[in-house]
């Protein structure tokens, strides 16, 4: 009996004694770096997307104002050239012709009318002295007041010559650099023909369109941020100039034109710019769009919080569109751990565990 009291004691013993390996601990999630980010302090900037092409405010495509045989051209495609700096000149013998004699004739005039004028002032003595009849004076005025005409006439005539031999010289109307050369020497060209392209490539003009239902947020010198290919996503700047005053009927869209400082001449124009015009701004913690679930009554976001998950209520601030940011007023702390992504389906509760920490976003 005493036996059989034994082996019910062990057998009781070993019933009750659990194997450690059914005692299963919480399975553990891991997390990469593309399943978080990281709260942080930055400014979020809001405002309508815009797309458009830059071109040089000003650009002058110049043209033969007399025509000739090109004797030389002294500039070339993409050279810097200065304000009346001589691009090429025309060959037109006519025209120096013209003006040699035009020239000729003034010193005539002018020594004619200094003829004529002499002439009245000696009248004017002899007619003081009673040496001469008074009409004998007036004939003398009449001829001094025609060799003046004679000379202004020659003047104007001397003016319009100067000018059009100035015209066989093609000048750059300002600094800047030469975007077109459509002649070469030995060219004959007529009145018209275009020979230069001149643009000023430190102000270039964002030419761009905004929907219509927004135009109301924009406004003369807001800020316009925006990118270009080729340019490794640097970020260029501006303000808003002016508004078209009609939308274009057929897209509801309207134009607006944006100046763009280039004094290093690093921004090429021509080139096609997204980006946005900046209506709002505002400096705080800032979260990806995708971080926030907006499913329930209250936005919320799932966190990181002693290695479980967890789900917080948020308030929103400014929303960015185009970067697909959000900011948040309440809520979370800087450097709180959200889930984003495929994470964002785990339980709270759930206990995580984070491989690789992932920069702040």
């Known amino acids: 009996m005493k036996r059989y009291l034994g082996t019910l004691l062990l057998l009781a013993t070993a019933c009750g004694r659990r194997d450690p390996s059914d005692a299963r601990a919480p399975h553990v999630i891991e997390l990469g770096a593309e399943d978080i980010v990281v709260v942080a302090t930055d400014v979020v900037l809001s405002g309508p997307a815009i797309s458009g ?13 007399v025509g000739g045989s090109v004797l030389e051209t ?103 650099v030469v975007s077109e050369r459509d002649v070469s020497a030995g060219d004959v060209i007529g009145p018209g023909s275009p020979t230069f392209g001149v643009v000023d490539p430190s102000r270039l003009q964002f030419q761009a369109t905004v929907p219509a239902a927004q135009i109301a947020t924009v406004h003369v010198g807001d800020p316009v941020s925006f990118t270009l290919n080729g340019y490794n996503g640097r970020t260029f700047g501006g303000s808003i100039i002016r508004t078209s005053p009609v939308a274009d009927p057929a897209t509801r869209q309207v134009q607006v034109f944006a100046e763009i400082k280039n004094p290093d001449n690093g921004i090429v124009g021509g080139l096609f710019a997204t980006g946005r015009i900046v209506t709002q701004s505002s400096r705080g913690l800032v979260a990806p769009l995708s971080a926030i679930d907006t499913r329930y009554l209250k936005p919320s976001v799932l966190r990181l919080r002693e290695g479980k998950v967890e789900r917080v209520d948020v308030a929103l601030g400014l929303r960015d569109e185009v970067a697909e940011r959000v900011e948040i007023t309440a809520g979370v702390a800087a450097g709180d751990t959200l889930l984003l992504g495929q994470a964002q389906g785990l339980t709270p509760g759930t206990p995580v565990r984070v491989t690789h920490m992932a920069a702040e976003r």
């Open 74 to 176: 002294l500039a070339d495609q993409g050279q810097h050239v200065a304000a009346n700096q001589v691009l090429a000149r025309i060959e037109a013998a006519a025209i120096r012709d013209a003006y040699t004699s035009v020239k000729a004739s003034v010193s005539t005039a002018e020594l004619a009318a200094d003829l004529a004028d002499r002439q009245v002032k000696r009248m004017d003595t002899l007619l003081a002295a009673g040496a001469i009849a008074e009409r004998d004076r007036e004939l003398v005025v009449q001829q001094d007041a025609q060799a003046r005409s004679a000379l202004a006439n020659a003047k104007s005539g001397l003016v319009q010559a100067e000018k059009a031999l100035a015209n066989t010289e093609i000048r750059a109307p300002f600094a800047g």
């Open 53 to 65: 092409t830059l071109v040089p405010i000003r650009n002058a495509q110049l043209r033969a104002e």
